[in-house]
């Protein structure tokens, strides 16, 4: 009986293991991605989240209450920060393509990534988005989209124990889909993460983790530039 319990159990974690989506990779922006004859680029970008502190590592809702409590001072001065530095990087990024004599289509909408359907298919270099819908409406043949998914300042714990000092954090994606082929032809993860430079427990202000915050924004910005300039 219990060697069937536990064949069970390994072939049950055998099938999740293999249901799990493998996470996309980096791929590396060809010459040939945004050649002459490439189309109209659409360039967009997901509406930015709230500028906040986060405490990976602290698991269950106690730890994170005393996380959040021992951090208060910390997350009331991180919600003033502002994520323009960050939200810029749309604008740059089309006059980056426009120098180059791309043909470029600003989408000026912040792209609600939840409303974007799922895609039917699931091939490699796929996006498990379907985003031809917003490049019909904006008649673009190819999407820069950036996807910042965290912005702010976040602190590692194990349980109710803090195990590293708060660091400026940026975390996201940026990527170029070929809406014809549904492909990626460029993907790049993004996790920026700066700490402070001397002290940074220095309430109110926190200037060092302050600009911790701005130096992994600039980080960011110019990680998804830097392939197009």
């Known amino acids: 009986m219990r060697n069937r319990v536990a064949v069970l159990l390994l072939s049950c974690v055998a099938l999740l293991s293999g249901c799990a989506t493998p996470p996309q990779q980096a791929i590396s922006l060809s010459p040939a991605a945004l050649s002459a004859p490439s189309g109209r680029v659409g360039v967009a970008m997901s509406v930015m989240p709230k500028v906040d502190t986060s405490f990976p590592g602290a698991g269950c809702l106690l730890c994170l ?99 590293s000092a708060p660091q400026g954090l940026v975390q996201g994606t940026a990527y170029l889909i070929n809406v014809k082929s549904n492909t990626y032809e460029w993907y790049l993860p993004l996790n920026h993460a700066r700490s402070a430079s001397g002290n940074w427990d220095e309430a109110p202000s926190f200037p060092g983790l302050t600009n911790a915050y701005f130096q992994a924004i600039e980080g960011a910005h110019d990680a998804v530039l830097q392939p197009f300039n």
Not at 76 to 82: A, C, F, I, M, W
Not at 102 to 124: L, N
Not at 144 to 160: E, K, M, P, T, W
């Open 65 to 163: 209450a005393a996380a959040s409590m021992a951090n208060s001072s910390l997350t009331t001065h991180v919600q003033t920060l502002p994520s323009s530095d960050m939200a810029r990087v749309k604008a740059d990024m089309a006059d980056a393509l426009r120098k180059k004599g791309y043909d470029v289509t600003v989408i000026e909408e912040a792209i609600k990534m939840d409303a974007i359907p799922q895609a039917s298919g699931s091939a490699p270099n796929q996006p498990r988005k379907d985003f031809s819908a917003l490049a019909s409406k904006y008649k673009v043949d190819k999407l820069l989209v950036i996807d910042i998914a965290q912005i702010g300042v976040s602190r590692n714990y194990s349980a109710y124990v803090p195990t």
